[in-house]
């Protein structure tokens, strides 16, 4: 959301935001990978002249399902080897990342965010919590470049079996496969958008 959200769409159920500013357009997507505890982040730029430097900071809070927004909160550690980080805590399996594209790179600047959840507030439950970031990653694109952040409770050989592309690839195919299988009626349009839905509970 914000000023610069010019429009968000679905894509077989796949969502895109695109953003708009200062004569730049990039497009976000995000793609979990099935049967993996695996996200793609993926930035495209998509107009624009030059360079655009953007940068990505994840912010994290490791808690019980069912724990409270505000905490107990635990120390995290960083650990890094190449371009592979593991942000870990004793409260939770270690969340591991990785970014790909043109010219990237990852600073470590430790910093705490706070986020008010709307939804536990208008239940009358804690809504403020704090969220730990380790760093951002940070890439320079040039149109038709993009940046993807990967991040998995998987291990590395599991998160790095698949490409970004191999990944959106094969989730396209997946769900195209599903609208297969789905009476002809209910392929297209809102039907299908339901079909894809209910894959989510399935």
């Not at 995290?76 to 980080?85: E, F, I, K, N, S």
């Not at 993009?146 to 998160?159: F, I, M």
């Not at 690839?169 to 299988?181: D, N, P, V, Y």
Request: charged share 25%; proline share 5%.
């Amino acid at each position: 959301t914000g000023p610069f959200l010019s429009e968000f769409r679905l894509e077989n159920g796949l969502p895109v935001w695109r953003y708009e500013a200062y004569g730049y357009a990039i497009e976000k997507r995000v793609v979990l990978v099935y049967g993996q505890n695996t996200v793609h982040l993926t930035y495209a730029l998509r107009e624009g002249d030059g360079t655009a430097r953007l940068q990505v900071r994840p912010a994290v809070c490791f808690r019980p399902h069912e724990g409270s927004v505000a905490g107990p909160r635990a120390p995290y550690t960083l650990r890094a080897v190449d371009d592979r980080y593991e942000l870990s805590s004793d409260l939770a399996y270690p969340l591991r990342m990785r970014a790909s594209g043109a010219r990237t790179s990852f600073t470590h600047d430790p910093a705490t965010l706070t986020l008010e959840y709307a939804v536990e507030r208008d239940r009358g439950y804690d809504s403020q919590g704090t969220l730990a970031s380790p760093g951002f990653f940070r890439a320079d694109l040039a149109k038709g470049q993009d940046l993807t952040v990967v991040a998995s409770t998987e291990e590395w050989d599991v998160l790095l079996a698949l490409s970004p592309e191999d990944a959106l690839r094969a989730e396209r195919s997946r769900r195209a496969q599903l609208l297969s299988l789905a009476p002809s009626r209910l392929r297209q349009g809102l039907g299908g958008e339901l079909v894809l839905a209910a894959d989510q509970f399935v």
